[in-house]
């Protein structure tokens, strides 16, 4: 092909090229996605959020575990009773006091989001989202360079802006075989992403 016939190409004429070749081009992409805002996504996003952070708990665990035995040691009775005790309750009581807070604040959401969800559109430079509430309709992006990491489970694909920025997508509101391309697109711009799916 020489230069003259190369630059006669349509970019139709150049995607079809590549699709010959094996390559997905990427620049016209658009992956739909269509996801509600529920309870159980809230409850598996929180979940996954503080495994992230179970380092911190385990610190604070083993600490307590150290101040435990060093009471002991210096036979400090009443003090050491009361760590013991708290050694074995707090995983208990880390449990309960989050489960308290989740319900709380997801009730607060459904007060004023009430059945609200997220259209999204998986695009080459962008996510580009529109949310929609029973008090307002609003669009929204996210660059792919924002994205901290990506964590998917057997329903749910989290997107980590931050721990306290997560983007819940229902797995089943793509098409099918939609949710590997998206998936394949975030990898592609360099972005960690984890499976913690059972169902592999």
Known sequence: MDKKEQNELEPEGIDEILMMDGVTPTKN??????SVFT???YIRMNKVNAQSSLLMVATAWVGLIVI???LYLQK???FAIITSVLVVAYPFILKLLSTRQINRTFKMYEGTMGNASYDYEFKDGQIDFTFKSKTQTSPG???YSSIYHVICDDDYVFVFISSNQIYIIEKKGFEEGEMEKAIDLLKSKGIKVKDKSKKK
Request: aromatic fraction near 6%; hydrophobic fraction near 35%.
């Open 39 to 41: 309870k159980e996504g």
């Open 29 to 34: 992409i658009c992956i739909k996605n269509h």
């Open 68 to 70: 435990n035995v060093i």
């Open 141 to 143: 992006s996210i660059k």
């Open 76 to 78: 400090s009775w009443t």
